[in-house]
């Protein structure tokens, strides 16, 4: 599956972006989505990552009550609704597939097989 991540842009600190994941080659219903991101010269870090049913969510901590993750199946994307974004918050934010992810291994980038090549969100204070 090829997945293609945009929506990404400049915005001030209290703003909104709304990321979108469109994937091709197979369909999603199958998979387990997640979002990650990564700034230059630091590891990849987990943000948010739904089930293929779409009935649950996890998110970090750093997130949580700001963002939300959810998946259209029929239209074959996912999407990172993004709230009250902070400087900390700028990142190149990727979407990634896994199947048969468990619990303890979704906030983990080396659970997911397939990735996007990213969008880059910056927020200036």
């Known amino acids: 599956v090829q997945l293609q991540a945009s929506g990404g842009g400049l915005v001030q600190a209290g703003d909104s972006l709304r990321l979108s994941c469109a994937a091709s080659?197979?369909?999603?219903?199958?998979?387990?989505m997640g979002w990650f991101r990564q700034v230059l010269g630091k590891e990849r870090e987990f943000v948010a990552a739904?089930?293929?049913?779409?009935?649950?969510?996890y998110y970090a901590d750093s997130v949580k009550g700001r963002f939300a993750i959810s998946r259209d199946n029929a239209k074959n994307t996912v999407y990172l609704q993004m709230n009250s974004l902070k400087p900390e918050d700028t990142a190149v934010y990727h979407c990634?597939?896994?199947?048969?992810?468990?619990?303890?291994?979704?906030?983990?980038?080396?659970?997911?097989?397939?990735w996007g090549q990213g969008t880059q969100v910056t927020v200036s204070s």
């Open positions: 739904i089930r293929r049913s779409g009935g649950t969510t």
């Open positions: 080659g197979q369909t999603i219903s199958g998979y387990d």
């Open positions: 990634a597939a896994g199947r048969g992810l468990i619990v303890s291994s979704y906030r983990r980038a080396d659970s997911y097989a397939y």
